[in-house]
């Protein structure tokens, strides 16, 4: 499973964090005595709905106005009217909530058609934020029997009550846009952190410094700022390096080819003879010691066909065999992917007497199998064989020859380009050398 970014996980803290208060704030406001409640009014008061219409209905009219002086406290305003008042259910949302509410009271024996709810705009809104916000109260009529129509303002108890899924909805709406502002920034602020990873990983590559605008928070501009500084300073440390190595090799070069003057100009000898391989093999590391210097500052981009390269180098190396393959372009040059294969097959053909090369390619990249007969690459020596001077003993010893640096050159080569490297065994004896790069783009 592919670790998450950091922005990626504070999106997700932050999204979490909110998701978890929008349903506190739900549950909360859901929750009631009498159970799941969304938009509508409690039971009760809608059995109390029915029981005044009940009792309106069977009243002579000249016992309504004492039973409205009864009735009317805190809790109702009650009144009696000859005309229905102007419906105004309040919208979409409200008018949702209402019809609920209807709905609700009809269920406790009054007819649906004689039931009207209304959210009636307050002229002065009083009370908190949140019913200021509103800016509504409830408003019940219902007809009765005579004509006439029953009019019932509840308290504010029961329209914050009724209102409540309205609010809920509206607390979700705030929520999520408040989610949405959230991911905004922490994206922003983690931007600078993204940008560092990436030069970071093109310098790894290149090791050619990239400076970034010190931006973000203030201990991430310190971050940058050293980074800055430190890819500077290695930057440097290469060049001065390289520097201090081609001064060695030109002056290494030059006693050499003088020493080696010297020989021949001797009388042939026995020992002559083994000086002048001496002097050869000297002149050998000399110049694979620079190679492999050279190789960790290559990290120059290409596009190369390692199948038309393999077909050239056949001629080259008579030991090596080649299937063939169709065109597979890798992005690495034309001459870093032959120094890799050709330290790769001289190898093979070193220890193992030939070179068996194969391709295969997938959608993203492509490896590259380099199989000998030799006597293979213990288990626990087959990272060990790509550090620089380091030789195997006995199977693959110094009698082969060699400077140690073949493989070192070649993994430092792979690494520059994305790619990687490694060694297997062969079924039925010997190794397999794979080398895998990503394809041209």
């Known amino acids: 499973m592919r670790r998450l970014s950091l922005s ?9 964090a909110v998701f978890l208060l929008q349903i506190v704030a739900f549950a909360v406001q859901v929750t009631r005595d009498d159970g799941f409640t969304l938009g509508g009014i409690r039971p009760s008061f809608a059995r109390q709905v029915a029981s005044l219409t009940r009792l309106f209905d069977r009243l002579p009219p000249v016992r309504q106005q004492l039973a409205l002086d009864l009735l009317n406290n805190a809790r109702f305003d009650v009144a009696i ?36 709810v209304s959210n009636i705009r307050a002229a002065r809104p009083e009370g908190g934020p949140l019913a200021r916000l509103v800016g509504r109260h409830l408003r019940i009529t219902i007809a009765l029997q005579n004509g ?15 209102y409540g899924g309205i609010l809920a909805a509206l607390a979700g709406l705030v929520g999520l846009l408040i989610l949405g502002a959230a991911v905004v920034f922490v994206l922003r602020e983690t931007r600078p952190l993204t940008a560092l990873t990436e030069n970071m990983e093109q310098f790894a590559r290149t090791a050619v410094p990239r400076e970034l605008d010190e931006r973000g928070a203030s201990d991430l501009r310190s971050l940058i700022g050293a980074t800055n500084r430190m890819q500077h300073q290695i930057a440097a440390l290469i060049r001065n ?34 000086a002048i391989a001496d002097i050869e093999a ?15 500052n290559n990290g120059e981009g290409g596009r190369t066909d390692v199948a038309a390269l393999l077909d050239g180098m056949l001629a080259d190396h008579p030991q090596m065999s080649w299937a063939g393959h169709g065109p597979v372009r890798l992005a690495i040059g034309e001459a870093a992917l032959r120094r890799v294969i050709d330290n790769l097959v001289g190898n093979a053909i070193a220890y193992g007497q030939r070179a068996d090369v194969t391709v ?74 794979t080398v895998t790069l990503p394809l041209a783009a």
């Open 282 to 296: 000297m002149q050998a590391l000399v110049e694979q010691a620079l190679e492999f210097a050279a190789s960790t």
């Open 81 to 116: 009217a000859n005309q229905p008042p102007q419906a105004d259910p309040g919208g979409v949302l409200l008018g949702w909530s209402a019809r609920i509410t209807a709905e609700r009271i009809a269920a406790e024996g009054v007819g649906f058609d004689r039931i009207e």
């Open 148 to 162: 006439q129509y029953l009019v019932i303002n509840p308290a504010s108890e029961v329209d914050s009550y009724v």
């Open 8 to 16: 990626m996980r504070l999106v997700l803290i932050v999204a979490g």
């Open 241 to 274: 390096r390289a520097l201090i190595l081609a001064g060695m090799s030109h002056d290494l070069r030059t006693q050499v080819t003088k020493l080696r003057l010297r020989l021949e100009l001797m009388a042939p000898s026995p020992g002559r003879d083994q």
């Open 360 to 433: 295969s390619a997938t959608e993203s990249e492509a490896s590259i199998a380099i199989a000998d007969r030799g006597p293979g690459v213990p288990m626990g020596e087959r990272e060990l064989i790509f550090e620089p001077f380091y030789r195997l003993e006995g199977s693959r010893s110094r009698e082969h020859g060699g400077t140690g640096l073949g493989l070192a050159i070649a993994r430092q080569i792979v690494d520059r380009h994305g790619g990687r490297i490694g060694v297997t065994d062969r079924p039925g004896g010997g190794a397999v050398f």
